[in-house]
């Protein structure tokens, strides 16, 4: 069974968000999309400063067995990006929600009307059963 973890929320994309601090959010894939991706061998993401809008493809994320689109679940700035994931982008299967984050997010707007358009950890867990 997937690790949800109840005090993030989640796209129907499979990514998840965690407020940082302020406007800031962190995302990175669920542990659920990298079980199905197998091994993670390469990850393309957007560069720090890009602007990117929810719903939007803004990387890939490469396994062995297949290429997978990267969504940005906010709207806003980039404001850092995980640089360990060139070296090491099997960190994504071994702590996705953790040193395996991919991208931080000064949202546009405020935090919570974003977080509302997205899924809690419950509607998730509906949405992979």
């Known amino acids: 069974m997937s690790e949800i973890r109840e005090q993030l929320v989640y796209s129907e994309e499979h990514e998840w968000v965690s407020k940082v601090e302020g406007q800031t ?12 991706l197998g091994d993670i061998v390469f990850v393309e993401f957007p560069e720090a400063g890009a602007v990117v809008t929810a719903g939007d493809s803004v990387g890939t994320i490469e396994s062995v067995k297949t ?3 990267l969504y940005s679940p906010v709207t806003g700035t980039v404001t850092k990006v995980n640089e360990s994931l060139i070296g090491q982008p ?3 299967n071994e702590e996705p929600y953790d040193g395996g984050w991919i991208f931080e997010v000064e949202v546009d707007g405020s935090v919570e009307e974003a977080f509302g358009k997205l899924l809690t950890a419950d509607a998730y867990r509906a949405l992979i059963d």
């Open 25 to 36: 959010v962190r995302i990175g894939i669920t542990d659920y999309a990298q079980s199905q």
């Open 67 to 69: 290429v997978s689109e």
């Open 90 to 92: 099997e960190l994504l």
